[in-house]
Structures are given as C-alpha cells and as structure tokens.
C-alpha cells in the first residue's frame, strides 16, 4: 500500500467516524446530543431528517476553534453527510414522524 493510498484511507475513516450522519442516525441519539454539547453548540436540537447535516450545522454554530483546522473536516463532512442523509432519508423520516427531534439541550420539568 502507498503512501498516498495510507492517507487517504486515513482521511476517509476520520470522516466517517466524525461524520454527522453516522454520529446521528447509527448512534444512540444521546451519543449525538453529548457530542453537539461538548462541542457547545448553541442549537437547542436538530430534527432527524437530514440530521447528519443539522449536526454539521451545529457544530459550525458553535464557538469558532481558535486553531481553525476543523473547517476543512466540516466542509468535506456536509458534502459527505448530504449525501448520506439522502440514503437514509426514508428511515429517517419515519423516526422523525414517531420520535421527533434528537434534542440537545433539554429543560427539566419544574419540580
């Protein structure tokens, strides 16, 4: 295997891995919110049809990373995730319609 072909499968499995398509339709939705809240999004929830592009979206409506070396993986991860989101978007439509939105941030009920 080559170097060039060592990168770029490197490339392809952190994509994949901090894809947001994978990280909200295969994952536990609470796995999902964790990672929006770790990142500080200021969105309170994301709605699951098209979620894998709602996460990236999230993520980029968060404080910037004062490094600025996340913006490509973002960029290149909407392109992936709009694509995804397209294949799953039957099941995701169903979960939408029964489940509604992953929620983020939620408001416990006045005790």
């Not at 990672?35 to 979206?57: H, N, V, W």
């Not at 409506?61 to 960029?75: E, K, S």
């Not at 979960?95 to 006045?110: A, E, M, V």
């Amino acid at each position: 295997m080559t170097i060039k072909m060592a990168v770029a499968a490197g490339v392809i499995s952190l994509t994949l891995t901090g894809c947001g398509t994978f990280a909200t339709v295969f994952q536990d939705e609470a796995e999902a919110a964790r990672g929006l809240r770790k990142q500080k999004t200021y969105c309170q929830s994301i709605p699951r049809a098209y979620s894998g592009l709602a996460y990236d979206f999230c993520v980029l409506n968060a404080p910037p990373d004062p490094t600025g070396m996340f913006l490509p993986f973002i960029l290149a991860d909407m392109a992936l995730s709009g694509a995804l989101d397209t294949v799953v978007l039957p099941y995701t439509l169903y979960r939408q319609t029964t489940n509604g939105n992953i929620l983020i941030y939620w408001r416990s009920s006045p005790g």
